[in-house]
């Protein structure tokens, strides 16, 4: 079945950009680690989302702070999006201080109907590559919706029963996100702007960014991985996090010899799942 956005399937994008060591030594101290990788050094999983964004002109935004409709993505109309999740393959290293290239590109636009109206699902390939050779390849999902009505009550999550053999506890801050925000050039009020949160996105306070939860659970894959760097990740969210409610990583080796990692909301909901296989 055809739709309004079938044009845009095919669409491709090329940004370069060198990997900047200030910038991997501010998200170092971002994430509180004691050491920042330096020149030369591979780029940990997770950090290639601080490079290759967009510098939107503020007169281009939307209400969201979101650039406006349109562009590389197609002009969906929905007022609501959100990155749901990845599946991404390291294959290479992604020297810091190098320059790198990213290829993206427009894989499906599909229509479908939940719970709460229509939902537009974008999925993005995004190839990063280093002096000719393909180092990451991810593919993104990008999901449109419609605005929650006011007054409507929010589901109530089950509690998540995994069990996990490692993990700790998150505390999230204003200034994590604000931190956060500014490095990836992030521009969602979502996760800065309490009143909008609230009141026009219906949330109860401000939101923890989904790849920022992502990026912790890889960090976490590499702590309890044997030293070996990760071959492929993939993640979901499933429901969102808040300042300033503390939440778990956590996780357990498979009988595969894959991780099993997620993580898990103050009320002991499942917010996060993901899978790292190392290589």
């Given amino acids: ?42 780029l940990p999983p997770g950090w290639q989302w601080l490079f290759f964004n967009a510098a939107a002109r503020r007169s281009g935004l939307g209400v969201d702070g979101h650039p406006r409709r349109g562009g590389f993505l197609p002009p969906i109309e929905l007022p609501r999006r959100m990155w749901a ?43 990063t590559l280093c002096d000719g050779a393909t180092c990451i390849v991810e593919e993104q999902d990008i999901v449109y919706r419609e605005a929650t009505p006011p007054g409507a ?40 702007d309490q009143a909008y949160a609230r009141n026009e996105e219906g949330y109860p306070d401000l939101v923890v960014h989904g790849p920022l939860t992502a990026t912790l659970l890889q960090q976490l894959a590499l702590e309890y991985g044997d030293g070996r760097p ?6 979901r969210g499933v429901s969102p996090l808040f300042v300033p409610r503390a939440f778990r990583i956590e996780g357990h080796t498979r009988e595969d010899g894959s991780l099993a990692l997620w993580a898990r909301g103050p009320d002991g909901e499942l917010a996060m799942s993901a899978t790292a296989v190392l290589r």
């Avoid at 069990?163 to 931190?179: K, M, S, V, Y």
Wanted: no cysteine; hydrophobic share 35%; glycine share 6%.
């Fill in 153 to 192: 009550v929010a589901a109530v999550p089950e509690r998540y029963e995994g069990q996990a053999r490692w993990g700790r506890e998150i505390q999230p801050d204003t200034t994590l996100l604000f931190r956060y925000s500014a490095l990836t050039f992030n521009g969602h009020r979502i996760h800065y």
């Fill in 230 to 235: 990760l071959a492929s990740f993939e993640f």
């Fill in 85 to 127: 999740g990845s599946r991404i393959r390291y294959l290479a290293d992604v020297p810091i201080q190098s320059e790198a290239t990213r290829r993206s590109r427009i894989l499906k636009v599909e229509n479908k109907v939940g719970k709460r109206g229509s939902l537009w699902f974008v999925t993005v390939e995004h190839t």
């Fill in 1 to 42: 079945m055809t739709s309004a956005y079938d044009e845009w399937v095919g669409r491709e994008e090329v940004r370069t950009q060198r990997i900047d060591a200030t910038v991997v030594q501010a998200m170092a101290a971002t994430l509180d680690l004691e050491r920042a990788p330096g020149e030369g050094e591979p």
